[in-house]
């Protein structure tokens, strides 16, 4: 089996990071200039996108699914404050609850019997799993019967909300990300406070439903995640990390349409800049208001339309 | 110490099993792996304070575990949980979308266990390349070469049995109508 060649300038490992949204942000024009030329090479990597959200799908069950009764039974040993005792005792209890592995697996225990366990490990998630369920909650807030009213409308008010929160986190995004291409409009935005975490949310309504963007900054480190794809219910969603800020994108259009929207929008957000003298010069006429805002990347598209709710 | 420790496990638990599920493709078998990765980590509790990356680490762990392969050996052979071996039969919403789920599995069991953790490191689990090569103890280069071989094996398998699916769709077709007119 043999790769087909490219040109010298994209590499095969080039395209494999853009794939998982990993490629620096200078080589980016390049892979798509080269993709526009390279039909094939466009299909492949459609597919393994596709691969890596078919994956998500196929296996992300095992996230949601009840523990086993001796990993909850070890983990609440482990949490229990009440003998903090050496490793033996810990073994000894890892040995035990060996032995209920071979009970529940030969049926003799249901997992039932610990409901209260599985209630309490069943909120424990990683972080960006955390962090995309919050997503989707504020999503869900927005479609419920009667959809509180966005305290800040209009794309002007989301765009000086995405102003405060370059401020706040002394690293910057430019301006919310134009998704017109979808027919899909700025509506508004909100700023949470979750646990220690700023969290934005931009809301953008079109014809074929809405999708909201919720952007935080990111505490922990640098590190670049892939493109992370769940299905939360009805809802899509792709959680990425960028630079200082996490994301996640959440909608109830098909999978596929999801991730060009998320394309966009990681394109245009661009790379961070993290310089604050840049960041504040920035920042300014996104807090007062204007419209209009140039995005660094591109040419045409790349305004931020006239707001289109008062 | 012990607490944390807890904690730690509680918080990556839950990617370790998908993790196992998709590298061993059978649900008791991730299960084990999961168990005995957490006792492992257990065992060496004394080493975590020099741990930076513990997600990596678990899944360092895990991993050893898998190629070891005594938890398998342990199993040989016996059961295989009812939705593993029968996912056609459930009958599911989107039929479109289970079939194409259906390759996915079939395709990664095809892939050779080198390059099925590269992809599901990387593509379900969100790795960097750089953390996928501290886990399965390869340079990066490698990663990269089985990341592209993994992907196009996986990709040429879903077609392939695509293509299977809609021919035997067509001489159903056909041979529907060819009775129809008999």
């Known amino acids: ?310 | 110490m012990a607490e944390k420790l807890g904690e730690i496990l509680k918080s990556h638990i839950l990617g370790l099993r998908r993790y196992a599920m998709a590298l061993s493709g059978n649900s008791i078998e991730a299960d084990d792996l999961v168990q005995e990765c957490l006792a492992r980590a257990l065992s060496r509790a004394h080493v975590w304070a020099k741990v930076r990356d513990h997600r990596a680490y678990l899944f360092t762990i895990l991993h050893n575990i898998y190629v070891d392969g005594v938890i398998r050996q342990r199993r040989q052979g016996i059961q295989v949980p009812i939705e593993d071996a029968t996912p056609i039969l459930r009958a599911l919403p989107n039929q479109q979308e289970r079939l194409e789920i259906r390759d996915l599995k079939r395709g990664l069991a095809a892939l050779p266990d080198t390059h099925r953790s590269v992809v599901l490191l990387v593509g379900l689990e969100g790795m960097s390349y750089r953390q996928t090569a501290d886990i399965l103890g390869v340079p990066i280069g490698t990663i990269m070469s089985r990341l592209s071989r993994g992907r196009e094996m996986l990709r040429r398998h879903m077609n392939n049995d695509q293509n299977e699916r809609t021919e035997r769709a067509l001489q159903d077709g056909a041979m529907t109508a060819v009775n129809e007119r008999a």
């Open chain 1, 1 to 310: 089996m043999s790769i087909i060649h490219h040109d010298a300038q994209v590499r095969e490992e080039d395209l494999q990071a853009y794939v998982d949204g990993l490629l620096e942000i200078n080589l980016r024009a390049t892979v798509e200039a080269y993709l526009a030329l390279h039909p094939e090479e466009a299909e492949r990597v459609t597919a393994y996108r596709a691969q890596n959200v078919a994956l998500h799908q196929a296996y992300d069950i095992m996230t949601r699914r009840p523990l086993p009764a001796s990993m909850e039974l070890m983990l609440e040993k482990l949490s229990s404050p009440d003998r903090g005792g050496p490793f033996r005792r810990l073994l000894r209890r890892g040995a035990m609850a060996a032995a209920l592995v071979l009970a529940v697996a030969s049926g003799w225990v249901a997992h039932e019997e610990w409901p209260g366990l599985v209630q309490q490990v069943a909120h424990q998630e990683d972080p960006f799993s955390a962090f995309t369920r919050r997503a989707v909650e504020a999503h869900a807030m927005l479609t419920g019967d009667q959809s509180p009213p966005l305290v800040e409308k209009g794309a002007a008010a989301g765009n000086a909300l995405v102003g405060w929160l370059s401020q706040r986190s002394s690293s910057s995004i430019r301006s919310a990300p134009n998704l017109k291409s979808f027919d899909l409009l700025l509506a508004g935005g909100r700023i949470f406070f979750i646990r220690d975490q700023l969290v934005l949310q931009l809301i953008y309504r079109g014809k074929q439903g809405q999708v909201s963007l919720y952007v935080g900054a990111s505490p922990r480190d640098n590190s670049r995640t892939t493109f992370t794809f769940a299905q939360q219910g009805d809802l899509s969603t792709f959680y990425w990390r960028q630079g200082k800020f996490e994301f996640s994108l959440v909608s109830g259009m098909p999978r596929e349409q999801l991730l060009d929207v998320a394309k966009v929008v990681q394109n245009q957000l661009g790379e961070p800049v993290s310089d604050p003298d840049v960041s504040r010069s920035d920042v300014r006429p996104l807090l007062s208001g204007g419209s209009g805002i140039d995005l660094r990347k591109g040419g045409g598209e790349t305004k931020v339309g006239a707001p289109i709710e008062r």
